[in-house]
């Protein structure tokens, strides 16, 4: 089970769980964005400025949205990070966080040239995917529960049919 009723309450009675809904959209898109970029200046040469910014601003993009997920699970599970319901997730989050922060070091102190810069966004990209992939099976783990929830309830609601075995 990935939440418990109390768990479950606390995550739909938290403002934390709308700004989770709003953020993650939000970030997918400027994720979008910065890869169409980062993509077309590693094909053509063009827009290195462009690329190289939106790359920071996807990450300044996943840093909120890590905070207020860990307030979030703060909320709904008692901890910041690593809740048993999120461990792996989690885990797999700080590879992102990494290989992110490694992208600002390289891009401010230009420790790299921009084209390896950007090929370091590519990976840091790649993990976010994989990252963002695991919360969406999450997500639907936690619908399936939610609808086996409310099928039970209403199955002890009503008889049970007559299967046409002796009972």
Sequence with gaps: ???????????????????QGILAPLQFLIFLISLG????????????????????VKTMALYIIMLTGCIWEKV??????FAPAFYWED???????????????VWWTGAL???QQ?????????????????????LRAARLQAEGVRKNS???????????SAA
């Design 1 to 19: 089970m990935l939440y418990s009723p109390e768990q479950k309450r606390r995550r739909d009675e938290s403002v934390w769980t709308l700004v």
């Design 37 to 56: 970029l980062v993509i077309r200046c590693l094909t053509t040469g063009e827009g290195e400025s462009a690329a190289l910014v939106s790359v920071v």
């Design 76 to 81: 709904v599970f008692g901890q910041y990070l």
């Design 91 to 105: 885990v797999f989050s700080m590879l992102v966080l990494a290989l992110h922060t490694a992208y600002l070091y």
């Design 113 to 115: 040239p921009p084209v």
């Design 118 to 138: 950007l090929w370091l966004a590519i990976a840091a990209y790649a993990a976010y995917c994989i990252n963002a992939g695991q919360f969406l099976l999450k």
């Design 154 to 164: 209403g199955d002890a609601a009503r008889p049970h049919a007559q299967t046409g």
